[in-house]
């Protein structure tokens, strides 16, 4: 049993994109303002002229909590496990999840970019977080 996202015409676009491994957020043509989650209109002005952008994937971990307890039956056998708050280098905040990492501190303020293990996948097509190793190299020749 899997617990799906539920694909909406407003959300059609960004699950589309992380199909094609592109984390996309909705921007105001109006006042410039980007976000996410999607919604019909912006968030800042109210303006309906909204277009897609392409994410770079570089952000900064906010904050993270170990789950010890399953919120759902699905999550049983997942816990302990990873949920993230990444600030993405475009404004918004994600709600995801560095996998490989062990229950323990994590470096609050630390450099990640978007990985998509399940490109490809409906049903697998999340965006999640790696850490940058050696952040200021990689900034400079990856980051935009
Ligand atoms: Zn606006």
Redesign the pocket.
């Known amino acids: 049993m899997r617990i799906n996202p539920e694909i909406t015409a407003l959300t059609a676009e960004y699950w589309d994109g992380l199909l094609n491994q592109r984390l996309l957020l909705q921007k ?6 980007i976000w996410h989650p999607p919604e019909p ?7 309906a ?2 277009e897609w952008v392409e994410a770079s994937g570089f952000g900064t971990l906010y904050s993270y909590t170990w789950v010890h307890h399953a919120t759902h039956e699905v999550f049983r056998d997942d816990v302990p496990y990873l949920v993230v708050l990444v600030d993405l280098l475009e404004g918004p905040r994600l709600v995801s999840t560095i996998h490989g990492q062990t229950v323990g501190a994590l470096p609050i303020g630390a450099q990640v970019r978007a990985v998509y293990p399940g490109a490809g996948d409906r049903d697998e097509g999340l965006v999640t977080f790696e850490f940058i190793e050696n952040a200021d190299a990689n900034q400079e020749t990856k980051a935009p």
């Open positions: 105001c043509a109006t006042c410039t303002a209109v912006c968030p800042m002005c109210q303006s002229d909204v």
